[in-house]
């Protein structure tokens, strides 16, 4: 059976209207896409890419936060407006 990791992926959209993919706990992997569905395809592309290139580097490896069995689940994320009165 293959080995599930599941990281914590950030999706944004630009000011382009681009979808932005990045995953924090792996350095340099991040994407985009035309919609929401086709950036989350990118990201999972990018993550085995990055992955791919852990097994060869060990250094890259180390650098990698990957997730626990006991890792906490992400309850939400949310904008947040906040008004400055200066």
């Not at 293959?2 to 924090?24: C, H, Q, R, T």
Request: glycine share 4%; proline share 6%; hydrophobic share 35%.
């Amino acid at each position: 059976m293959p080995k599930v990791l599941n990281f914590k992926v950030l999706i944004e959209k630009d000011e382009d209207g681009y979808f932005v993919a990045s995953v924090p706990a792996v350095p340099g992997c991040h994407t985009q896409g035309d919609s929401y569905d086709q950036a989350v395809k990118n990201i999972k592309e990018a993550i085995k890419l990055c992955l791919e290139e852990a097994k060869e580097n060990s250094d890259y490896k180390q650098e990698i936060q990957f997730p626990s069995k006991k890792s906490e689940s992400l309850i939400d994320i949310i904008n947040l407006p906040v008004r400055l009165a200066y």
